[in-house]
């Protein structure tokens, strides 16, 4: 039927719509079962392997106000990606409605979790309703998903809400397409489902004097107003919550924790109570009440102040919406914000139990809200920013993930494959049938910890998704412990393996999740990080990349400076701003012209000797063509990080988080940082070249320039130098046309909000096409899918030209463009 042509009048028909997308466990069904009806349309809709398939009959108008209504309305965690429509001849149930699925192979996505739904939110805010108060009230729309599900296909046995049996009430809604809980795996109420609990940790008896308490979970808010810190069992994980206008609170919280200076999230109530603190714009208020309901970094210039404790030394502030019933009922009488941070010490991975949890948290807080549904997967808040008006994944985990991302055109066929990801920030990544499954964010896998959470979600994943790669994929660094379990598991299990450059997995992340098609043009990525292992044994982190899938060749770097102390000079600045100064102008002109800075008296009394030998003989001071190192040298030299980083990236995120917006949009361009353009000795390679830059810098400290306005200054030095570099690569002069005219930007120092907005305006103002980073994290979070997207790449070239290379070769070749 051809819902174009003018329909005849009267016209009667049936059809049947094929319905692709994010269609299944999410009420897609009673969705259409409910249009049907309204529209007087007799037929069926089911689940099959390809999604959801529609039969109706009826008068043609029927059907094609049906139709535009399906797609007008979609349940709210459903997506259409794709409807054919063809004539129906066989028989049509009279009365519409939903048949048993079919298809041996048929399998129901995992889903994920989703922040409660607005008719929830009223349900359990309303004394009338029978959920009044229930902490664990969910619906088709709404609720846990990925968290409690322990295997496949995704119904109430398979999840860990399996324990609990439906009372009748559960179950009659459960069974009536009619309802809003048709189907919903995870639907409990007070009379059969999991009961939250407040207790001690000491195991005493929980006693109030306050007699106003409604329940367990209200207490929890009278505990947290008298400046109580308390353990909450949340939807991925425990978390610590304490009431986020207390200096004293949230400063013992950080002590206790042992975490030194990383910003902590918080939850309000309601956008009245984050507006007081936060500049709230239209697309961070459509993200925050999204049903993915993230952590969201908002400007933190709001009429009233937190205490600097919350995020110390930055002018943001990470905020989410109550996530769940439970803590919509926790903060229902909170009209401050709270801390809501994960429940672990430092930079362990979320704890998930409550025995650990005792053992863990009790010396931190002495209460816990706790209950008895299990957490089955692991899995932290989201973190989202704005910035160039989208939204951008700084860390990708509950809401997000398992969701796929469909891989570009070209990549239908590519077979199932797994990459391991990198070793900070990690994610794995599956393909398979044309999607790129990316992992939620796992950490960092140094932890132990962290990294057996890592093999169980590798488990857990290939079980879900009824994975069985025929290759591996993984980053060419051999003391990642992602590369040494992928070259374990390919030697056992005798799979192919591909081993990838880090920075080229960079540009290919950001190519992919930009529909970027597999056979186009290459581009330029320019990808600026912390550290990745370079062809030629050096490392990488301020990288011109001429790249597609298939392969890159490097047109263009940052300098290479020493890193004196190896992975101390990651950890400490000031190492970073000594190796730079020493490089760039040498310790005579430094003391010749700078003797009266302060800085030269600080970097006078560290070890100066062992650190001119290390660079001097190479001896544990690596050569690192590194962006990220470039941002600590500079926060050390202004005095914001210079002895140890709290957390990875604090020097960066300092040097950000003081720029002087006036300085940056309105003082004149010539005062930016200069930094040239020559090429390095020896590979004739284009760097940029920081001399002129350090000389302004410290020029500047003689005069008592305010820093904020130095780092304006150096943003926007560094991108015009970036962009500068683009201009020369581009080669737009040339008779036979220019290299590239599209540009990829990744890597995490692309996280920074400043220099992500200067590089992308100044690029965009030379007419290069930008590609950037949305639904994956620019940083290390994000590489898994690039690896993905390259390996398939390979494997497919393998297929298609069996001669010209074999996909299990362990290495990449540079010059395959
Ligand atoms: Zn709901
Ligand atoms: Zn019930």
């Keep these: ?97 939903i048949a048993e699925s079919v298809g041996g192979t048929t399998h129901t996505q995992v889903t994920p979790d989703a922040g409660v739904c607005p008719e929830c939110a009223r349900e359990v805010l309303d004394p009338f309703e029978r959920r009044f108060r229930y902490p664990f009230t969910n619906c088709t729309h709404c609720g846990p998903r990925f968290s409690i599900v322990t295997g496949v296909p995704y119904d109430r046995e398979q999840t860990t809400m399996a324990t609990f049996a439906m009372c009748p009430d559960c179950e009659r809604e459960y069974r009536d397409p009619a309802d809003r809980r048709f189907h919903a795996e995870a639907i409990a109420c007070h009379a059969c489902g999991p009961k939250a609990r407040l207790v001690r940790f000491d195991r005493a008896a929980v006693s109030f004097d306050q007699h106003s308490m409604l329940d367990d979970v209200d207490a929890v808010c009278g505990l947290l107003q008298k400046g109580e810190i308390v353990a909450i069992k949340g939807l991925g994980g425990f978390q610590l919550a304490c009431d986020a206008t207390r200096a004293d609170t949230v400063s013992r919280l950080r002590a206790l924790k042992h975490r030194d200076a990383k910003p902590f999230a918080l939850m309000a109530r309601d956008l009245d109570v984050i507006r007081r603190y936060a500049r709230v714009d239209g697309e961070a208020e459509r993200v925050l009440t999204s049903p993915e309901a993230p952590i969201v970094i908002h400007p933190a210039d709001g009429p009233e102040l937190l205490p600097e404790a919350i995020a110390p030394g930055l002018r943001t502030l990470g905020f989410m919406l109550p996530t769940t019933p439970l803590h919509l009922l926790v903060l229902r009488r909170m009209t401050r914000p709270v801390v809501m941070t994960s429940g672990n010490l430092c930079d362990e991975p979320q704890v998930i139990d409550e025995e650990t949890a005792r053992e863990r948290l009790s010396g931190i807080a002495p209460y816990a809200l706790i209950h008895d549904r299990a957490i089955a997967n692991r899995i932290d808040d989201s973190v989202v920013r704005i910035m160039a008006d989208r939204p951008r994944l700084i860390r990708r985990a509950r809401g997000y993930a398992p969701a796929p991302i469909k891989l570009p055109p070209g990549f239908e066929t590519a077979p199932e494959l797994l990459a391991m990801g990198g070793e900070l920030k990690a994610t794995f990544c599956l393909v398979k049938d044309g999607e790129a499954i990316l992992s939620q964010h796992q950490g960092d896998l140094e932890d132990v910890a962290t990294y057996d959470d890592y093999r169980k979600n590798l488990t857990l994943y290939a079980t879900l998704f009824d994975h069985t790669p025929v290759a591996l994929i993984a980053d060419r660094h051999p003391e ?48 600026l990080d912390g550290l990745g292992l370079g062809d030629d044994g050096t490392i990488w982190g301020g990288e011109f990349l001429l790249a597609d899938y298939r392969g890159y060749e490097r047109l263009g770097t940052f300098k290479p400076v020493a890193m004196p102390g190896g992975a101390a000079a990651v950890k400490e ?37 062992t650190l001119d030998a290390m660079i001097k003989n190479g001896v544990n001071a690596p050569l690192a063509s590194s962006c990220g190192r470039l941002f600590d040298a500079v926060a050390a030299a202004l005095g914001l990080c210079r002895e140890r980083q709290a957390y990875e990236g604090e020097a960066g995120a300092k040097l950000e988080g003081i720029v002087d917006d006036d300085a940056l949009h309105n003082e004149d361009e010539a005062l930016a940082y200069p930094l040239s353009i020559p090429n390095l000795r020896g590979s004739g390679l284009p760097y940029i070249e920081p001399l002129a830059m350090w000389n302004a810098i410290l020029g500047d400290l003689i005069l008592n320039t305010p820093a904020p306005v130095m780092a304006a200054r150096f943003h926007k030095g560094l991108a015009k130098a970036i962009a500068a570099m683009a201009r020369k690569l581009a080669r737009r002069d040339r008779a036979d046309g220019a290299r590239f005219d599209r ?22 103002a030379e007419d290069f096409t930008v590609l950037s980073h949305s639904q994956v994290p620019a940083n290390d979070g994000g590489l898994a899918l690039g690896q993905a997207a390259i ?24 010059a395959a463009l």
């Design 1 to 97: 039927m051809n819902l174009h042509r003018p329909i005849a009048e009267g016209e009667v028909t049936a059809v049947e719509i094929r319905v692709r997308g994010r269609v299944q466990g999410v009420g897609f069904r009673p969705t259409v079962w409910r249009l049907a009806r309204e529209h007087g349309l007799s037929g069926e809709v089911l689940n099959d392997a390809d999604g959801v398939l529609v039969r109706v009959g009826g008068s043609a108008q029927a059907i094609a106000d049906f139709v535009a209504r399906m797609h007008r309305e979609p349940p709210p965690l459903g997506r259409i990606d794709q409807v054919e429509i063809r004539d129906f001849a066989g028989e049509l149930a009279t009365e519409f409605r």
């Design 480 to 527: 990642y412990l992602s590369t040494k379990l992928a070259r374990e598991r390919a030697q056992a299990e005798g799979l192919a393996l591909i081993e990838l450059q880090h920075h080229h997995a960079h540009v290919a992340a950001c190519l992919a999740e930009n529909a970027y098609p597999l056979d186009a043009a290459p581009v330029l990525g320019i990808v």
């Design 573 to 609: 600045p000031w190492r970073n701003l000594y190796a730079h100064l020493m490089a760039e102008m040498g310790p005579a002109h430094f003391a010749m012209n700078f003797a009266e800075l302060e800085l030269f008296a600080y970097l006078e009394a560290k070890p100066r000797a």
């Design 743 to 764: 540009i990829a930007l990744s890597g995490g120092c692309f996280q920074n909000l400043v220099l992500f907005e200067e590089v992308t305006r100044r690029l965009e």
């Design 791 to 814: 390996g398939a790449a390979h494997v497919l070239n393998a297929k298609n030209k069996p001669r010209e290379g074999n996909a299990s070769c362990a290495s990449e070749s540079q």
